[in-house]
């Protein structure tokens, strides 16, 4: 994949951060879904018919978490505005710094690319730091979406790709990730009346 | 069995059976003296068990067998103690031996009986003396265990009658170990014997009764026995303080001389101590004992700093 | 294979089968059958090993793998635990019956037996690790299983937790043994790892014995296990952990050292006059008697540490004869107290009570079982011419000879130990005049105490046969004398006598000591004739002899309460209710609370619980905290593996 579209992913996992609105931050999540399945797409030519499928599955996997998140969003209004504690020049600060630190650490490990090597890594960065730095609970769902894109693009971006990795983890993604955050994205509503994660610390005992 | 052993065993049995009441009843009328009256004769005792045996017996009610047996076995256990104690540093073979870590285990069986049968009666005055008793055995036991290691230092050895020979001679007297072993021993007598300042042995009054008052609840030949288990007491701290502690040498004859003059010489000291000291608080006679031990500790250091031997 | 261990192997058989059998319910009888069977046979193994035969089995090896043999100590515990063993199952024929979870009890009874002898006859570490956990967890179970009231579940809880935290000391001990390889070769100890093993040891095999000032669980975990299982508690699993200690000091580590010797004397000292001082302040029968194994496990260590300090002087003598006088009181601990836990638990089963200001009289009521009794207090006491007496005296010996054996540090130590035994032997007596006076004799206390009835046959023959066993051992000790001695590292040979003698020193001529004894009461039972004496209330200066002039526990200790208050800090409250000037009522509270408990033990549990507060400070609670967290741990991990930290 070219390094500019693999900056482009990074680029949106990082607005994913930024932005307040959860309905932004969907769109943003299917755009870098739908980019990833796109670049793999494009790279089917001298590939097996199992990539081919892969990439497909890829985008087919866009498509749904749009719905699937899209249909939970609208299900879900918040009360109130649910403000994190840390304003959005800080989290993409902090985000950014993540991400290049980590990129900047990770000794090499096989891929085609440096930089496709660095983009995974930054994006399972950006994607862990979502889920710390944002307090709804949709957020938590979309940082792991995030994550996985990441995983994905390393594996399209190994030798002859592993295509089977990238079903797993579409499947991953769509079954257990999805459904079982918007369930209980919709439970937490229903007990506590709003998607933050602050009323979970209750749960301690 | 050498002419010698054989009188020492005879000495041993008829001192130590018959002559046992003297010692109470020569301390009773040196302290008599002492205080300015004539008082009863040394022979007293004798009279008084002579009018127990005539008298009947008493049978406290809700007493069980421990009562009637307990005074047959305090007077067995004295006896075989007096047979345990060498005179003139003598004895035949008895069967029970010469030990004096066994001694110390027949003392404390004639007083776990007597206590015992103090409980069997459940009299108030009896279980009080018993229970003050008991608390001073605590660290009179100790006191005389420190004396014994004191006494058993040149020789290594717990038999009697070598504890005898090892104490004999003058060159133990120059060691400090020594006088601080007689003067824990002295403290011992006086407890063991419940003579004041430790005990009052004159008091009729129930409430001041240490080892007295269990004897309470006893008439006739029980109370015969108990006596005599009293003045087998004195007979056997008196010898062994005489045989272990009190310069003493040569052959047997000489020291069997030395034993009788020693005897009533430690009665008087006992009556002098009786009328030159009150009766001691009850709860401050452990620190006396506790004294005592510290000097018998200080005894044990100086032996060793002195090089031993 | 040879026959002794044919034996071992078919007692063990046997004690599983039982152990299986009791779990139906209608088969309980013949489960204690099969077990009584199974320990007999692994006993008799034993004792045939000690009494000369060649050790079965292997040695010792660090390897991992499954080894077991018998070897003369091995023998001896295994012999000691049969004794104790078979009265106990007896007894349980009775006793179990009528309580809660019969069945799973007596199960757990041939699993802790078979984990005891486990213990012993294990030649290997995991094993032997093996036994020794279950060997702490099975009381736990039967404890549970017989009460589920919350005060139990609290005392299995401490039990647990304090003899895993100082039992960690008997891991590190073994492991590092077994590490260094010294089961082959005691020589490839280093000095460092020499001391390592030796406090692990000291603290790990100490917390399972009870020594001060590790002792915490022991009056707590006691008196709630059914009786039978307290029995065996304190008469062989805390023996087993002095069977650690002794293999520890006297055979893994190479050479005898001063320090060792020492500690064990002054914990031996500790032990055995606080374990016997806060026996005296206690009114719940079992808790006392409880402390008194404290006591008991203390003056054993006395005689181990002395053994160690002579074996430190060269004298191999007197080495081995205070090894032996601690192997003795060893066995005859686990026989009188065996007895005095089971005639307790007759008696809980008779009139379920046991606070001794309740009970009385039970010797009318019960002749037997209370005779028994009787002799096992007697027996703990150190009273001439039973066992206790015996042990005690060898003991004393011992000690005696070591504050005579020329250095200063050892002189002074051997004659403290000397005294504190003297006093400690006093104060047993002070302690179990007062048990017998309140529970066998005097008047009933309470309707229920008054109408007991006897215990059953099974129950009264447990304890009559440990009764008979304490005389025994008392007048014949010198017959075990010369093999004892034998088992101790450059063991020494004794001849054989009934009494014990020993060279160079007074001797203590049992058998004689006993028929004289008899012989001279019954001549003077004769002398006092038979004259029937006068019946008459006891003296109380005219009054009526009122149940409420009678003594209580607490009052017959007083004074030994009043003298050593510095050291045992009574509390007392005292309040009276006045109305017009005139008292109408007072109310007396006291209690001696135990200072370890309260100086030692809450001060570490208090801290402990607040280093956990504050560690609980990162349990915010959060899923992004933990994330977060787990991020830092990531990111620190690449940094180190980047600068070539983790190779």
């Known amino acids: 994949m070219s390094g500019g579209v693999v900056w482009v992913l990074v680029g949106l996992a990082l607005a994913v951060v930024t932005v307040r609105r959860r309905s932004a931050a969907i769109a943003l999540v299917t755009a870098q879904s739908a980019l990833l399945g796109i670049g793999a797409f494009a790279l089917t030519p001298g590939r097996s018919t199992e990539f081919l499928v892969a990439s497909l599955a890829l985008v087919a996997k866009a498509a749904v978490l749009a719905a699937l998140l899209g249909w939970s969003l609208s299900g879900t209004r918040e009360p109130h505005p649910v403000w994190d504690d840390t304003p959005p020049i800080l989290r993409f600060g902090l985000a950014a710094t993540l991400a290049l630190g980590v990129s900047a650490l990770i000794p090499s490990i096989g891929l085609v690319e440096r930089s496709s090597e660095q983009a995974t890594v930054a994006l399972v960065a950006i994607g862990i730091a979502t889920v710390v730095l944002r307090r709804a609970t949709l957020f938590q769902a979309l940082g792991l979406v995030v994550a996985e894109n990441g995983i994905a693009l390393a594996a399209t971006a190994v030798e002859g790709g592993m295509p089977l990795v990238i079903e797993l983890g579409a499947l991953f993604d769509v079954i257990v990730v999805v459904v079982v955050a918007t369930a209980f994205h919709e439970r937490i509503f229903d007990e506590l009346g709003s998607g933050d994660t602050h009323g979970l610390r209750g749960l301690r005992d | 069995m050498s002419g010698a052993t054989a009188v020492a065993g005879a000495v041993q049995i008829v001192g130590g059976i018959a002559l046992a009441p003297l010692l109470p009843g020569l301390v009773q009328s040196f302290k008599a003296r002492l205080q300015g009256r004539r008082g009863a004769s040394p022979g007293q005792p004798y009279r008084e068990l002579r009018r127990l045996w005539g008298k009947s017996a008493v049978a406290v009610e809700g007493t069980t067998v421990l009562y009637r047996l307990a005074p047959a076995v305090v007077a067995a256990a004295l006896a075989t103690g007096v047979l345990l104690v060498p005179v003139g540093g003598r004895a035949p073979d008895w069967p029970v031996g010469a030990d004096a870590l066994v001694l110390i285990g027949l003392l404390t069986l004639a007083r776990f009986t007597v206590t015992l049968a103090a409980w069997d009666t459940g009299s108030g005055f009896a279980l009080m003396g018993a229970g003050r008793d008991l608390a001073y055995s605590v660290f009179v036991e100790g006191l005389l265990l420190l004396a014994l290691v004191l006494a058993a230092l040149p020789g290594g050895s717990t038999d009697l009658r070598a504890l005898s020979d090892a104490a004999g001679g003058s060159d133990r007297w120059g060691e400090p170990a020594h006088w601080c072993a007689l003067l824990a021993f002295g403290l011992v007598v006086l407890a063991e014997t419940g003579r004041q300042p430790i005990d009052n042995p004159d008091t009729h009054l129930e409430l001041t009764m240490i080892h007295e008052g269990p004897l309470l609840e006893y008439a006739g030949r029980d109370l015969a026995y108990l006596q005599w288990a009293a003045a087998a007491r004195h007979w056997i701290v008196l010898v062994l303080g005489a045989e272990l502690f009190l310069p003493h040498g040569g052959s047997f004859w000489v020291r069997l001389a030395t034993l009788a003059v020693a005897l009533p010489a430690l009665c008087a000291a006992l009556a002098v101590t009786e009328t030159w000291q009150a009766k001691m608080r009850i709860l401050r006679v452990p620190r006396f004992l506790a004294a005592g031990a510290g000097i018998a500790l200080l005894g044990l250091v100086s032996w060793y700093l002195g090089g031993g031997a | 294979m040879s026959a002794v261990a044919a034996v071992a192997l078919a007692g063990s058989g046997l004690l599983l089968t039982g152990g299986l059998v009791a779990l139906r319910a209608r088969l309980l009888g013949a489960a204690l059958a099969l077990q009584v069977a199974g320990v007999s046979l692994l006993g008799g193994a034993g004792a045939t090993v000690v009494l000369g035969a060649d050790p079965v089995g292997s040695g010792f090896s660090g390897a991992v793998e499954p080894a077991f043999g018998i070897d003369g100590l091995s023998g001896f515990f295994l012999a000691s635990l049969a004794l104790v063993a078979v009265p106990a199952l007896v007894f349980a024929h009775g006793y179990l019956p009528g309580s809660a979870g019969a069945p799973a009890v007596a199960a757990l009874t041939a699993a802790f037996l078979g984990s005891l002898a486990g213990v012993v006859v294990a030649r290997d570490v995991i094993s032997f690790l093996g036994f020794w956990e279950l060997m702490t967890l099975v009381p736990a179970a039967a404890i549970l299983v017989s009460h589920r009231e919350e005060r139990a579940r609290r005392t299995v809880f401490v039990y647990l937790a304090v003899t895993h935290l100082g039992g960690a000391g008997v891991w590190v001990a073994m492991l590092a043994l077994a590490r260094y390889g010294a089961f082959a070769d005691p020589g490839a100890l280093g000095q460092g790892a020499q001391l390592l093993v030796a406090l692990a040891a000291l603290v790990g095999f100490g917390t399972k014995a009870g020594l001060m000032p590790f002792h915490s669980w022991l009056p707590r975990a006691h008196p709630v296990a059914p009786s039978h299982v307290s029995a065996l508690m304190s008469g062989m699993m805390i023996k087993v952990a002095l069977y650690g200690l002794v293999r520890v000091s006297f055979e893994w580590l190479p050479e005898p050292t001063l320090w060792l010797g020492l500690v064990l004397l002054g914990l031996g000292l500790l032990s055995s006059l606080g374990g016997v001082l806060y026996a005296l302040v206690q009114h719940d029968l079992k808790r006392l008697l409880a402390f008194h194994s404290i006591e008991n496990v203390g003056i054993i260590a006395l005689g181990l540490g002395a053994s160690l300090l002579f074996a430190h002087e060269g004298e191999a003598l007197w080495a081995s004869v205070a090894f032996a006088a601690a192997l003795l009181h060893t066995l005859n601990h686990a026989v009188f107290k065996a007895l005095l836990f089971l005639g307790a638990g007759a008696f809980d089963r008779a009139v379920h009570e046991l606070d001794l200001d309740r009970l009385g009289g039970l010797l009318r009521r019960m002749p037997w079982t209370g005779a028994a009794f009787a002799v096992g207090a007697a027996a703990i006491a150190g009273l001439p011419p039973l066992n206790g007496f015996a042990s005690e005296w060898l003991t004393l010996q011992t000690l005696l000879h070591l504050a005579g054996l020329g ?104 058998p004689a000591l006993a028929v004289t004894l008899i012989l001279l009461t019954g001549a003077l039972l004769l002398a006092r004739g038979r004259r029937a004496a006068a019946p008459a209330p006891a003296w109380a200066c005219g009054q009526l002899v009122e149940p409420a002039l009678s003594w209580t526990s607490a009052g017959f200790t007083k004074p030994l309460r009043l003298m050593l208050e510095a050291v045992l800090r009574p509390e007392r409250t005292v309040t009276a209710r006045i109305e017009g000037g005139v008292v109408q009522e007072i109310a007396y509270e006291g209690e001696v609370p135990h200072l370890f408990d309260t100086k030692l033990y809450r001060p570490v549990v208090r801290i402990a619980s607040a280093g956990a507060a504050q560690a609980r400070r990162l349990q915010s609670g959060s899923l992004r905290a933990y994330v977060l967290y787990l991020l830092a741990l990531v990111l620190a991990l690449l940094v180190l593996v980047r600068t070539g930290a983790l190779g």
């Open chain 3, 407 to 510: 250095s200063l540090g050892i002189g002074v130590a051997g004659g403290l130990a000397t005294a504190g035994l003297g006093a400690t032997v006093a104060l047993a007596v002070y302690c179990f005049v007062k048990v017998v006076g309140l529970v066998l004799l005097g008047p009933p206390r309470s309707r229920e105490v008054a109408e007991a009835v006897e215990a059953p046959l099974s129950m009264r023959a447990a304890v009559v046969f440990l009764a008979g066993l304490c005389v025994l051992l008392g007048v014949l000790p010198g017959l075990l004398l010369p093999r004892l001695a034998g088992l101790a590292p450059d063991g020494a040979s004794l001849p054989t006598h009934g009494g014990l003698e020993l060279p160079g020193t007074g001797a203590l001529p049992a």
